[in-house]
């Protein structure tokens, strides 16, 4: 059974920093792509960013490139994201999700029950 959970959220003044931690079970850790995904009020869930476990490869929306860093620790299962200058527009439920291999930001690559409970971020201006 895939577990992820979340953590790590929590409020924060324009320009801070939070990391943001996802940790997993449940499945081969390394085979899989585990990605970042928010969604704020009223807004679709996007992707933000993903991890190939299998050969460290990142990726990143435009919005947080420069910003936001994605790193995985394969001995403890965890995905985190570090997020550097928040902005108010940061604002947002951020979900980890796991596939295998291949990152993907389409949200209806992942499987229902491949998903974490959320954390939210508020960054205040």
């Known amino acids: 059974e895939v577990q992820l959970v979340e953590s790590g959220g929590g409020l924060v003044h324009t320009g801070g920093s939070l990391r943001l931690s996802c940790a997993a079970s449940?499945?081969?850790?390394?085979?899989?792509?585990i990605a970042w995904f928010r969604q704020a009020p009223g807004k679709e869930r996007e992707g933000i960013s993903c991890?190939?476990?299998?050969?460290?490869?990142?990726f990143y929306r435009d919005s947080v490139k420069g910003r936001f860093t994605i790193s995985s620790d394969n001995n403890k299962n965890t995905v985190y994201l570090q997020m550097n200058s928040l902005k108010p527009e940061d604002t947002a439920v951020y979900y980890c999700?796991?596939?295998?291999?291949?990152?993907?930001?389409?949200?209806?690559?992942?499987?229902?029950?491949?998903w974490g409970q959320g954390t939210r971020v508020t960054v205040s201006s």
């Open positions: 999700a796991a596939t295998y291999r291949y990152c993907s930001f389409q949200a209806g690559v992942y499987e229902d029950d491949a």
């Open positions: 449940g499945f081969t850790f390394d085979d899989y792509a």
């Open positions: 991890i190939r476990n299998d050969d460290g490869s990142t």
